[in-house]
């Protein structure tokens, strides 16, 4: 299971699999005409079984829709790779409100991986989830009052790969399943050297959808 399928590292992504022996590709993408297309011509010259399924990363209800279809399709994930990512844009909101690159680049994922975990979970001890983050992330802190940026929006995708690069899912854990609630916190009070306020980082496994 790939996300974000259908940008130019997607689509490389997606051939390379292939290449590797991957049984069965879903490609999550946004835009189903190219999406289709590439996966004809990944059978065409690879031979692989390729599908691409709509999802809009930019929409949690999308994400919603998508994982029903596939838990009803599918009977295991061996690999789900969180690709989609965003870098860089004006302040601008997902459906939900969310500010752009937090929304994308990790809520979206988050709860993706979450409704899709007991597919995860069949696919043990093999199960792996990969998700994509920048090296940005080392500089990266992780404002709770204030995640969608209502102010300081210039620190948008900075802090999104943080908090992609500060949580992990063990998939052979059976206590990780979409229900399970938030533990394994880890925090850390810091000032912040701009302005000598306390800034909360927060480090954590996994929690709840």
């Not at 929304?103 to 899709?116: A, C, E, I």
């Not at 069949?122 to 209502?150: C, E, Q």
């Not at 210039?154 to 999104?160: E, G, I, Q, V």
Request: net charge negative.
């Amino acid at each position: 299971m790939i996300t974000g399928a259908d940008s130019a590292e997607g689509i490389e992504l997606v051939k390379e699999v292939c290449r590797r022996g991957a049984e069965r590709v879903i490609m999550a993408v946004t835009n189903i005409d190219l999406g289709q297309d590439v996966a004809l011509e990944v059978r065409a010259e690879l031979n692989g079984d390729v599908i691409a399924e709509y999802c809009d990363m930019s929409s949690l209800k999308s994400v919603r829709d998508f994982c029903t279809k596939i838990l009803e399709s599918e009977s295991r994930i061996h690999i789900l790779i969180n690709h989609t990512t965003v870098m860089w844009y004006p302040l601008k909101r997902t459906n939900e409100g969310h500010e752009w690159h937090w929304g994308v680049n990790h809520l979206s994922h988050f709860v993706f991986t979450q409704l899709l975990m007991p597919l995860l979970l069949r696919g043990t001890p093999d199960a792996r989830v990969i998700t994509l983050s920048s090296s940005w992330h080392s500089r990266g802190k992780i404002f709770w009052d204030n995640p969608n940026y209502l102010d300081n929006a210039a620190l948008k995708h900075r802090d999104s790969t943080t908090i992609n690069a500060s949580t992990s899912i063990n998939p052979t854990s059976p206590e990780n399943s979409s229900s399970s609630k938030s533990r394994d916190h880890n925090l850390q009070i810091e000032n912040d050297t701009d302005s000598g306020k306390p800034t909360i980082r927060i480090r954590y496994r996994a929690c709840e959808a």
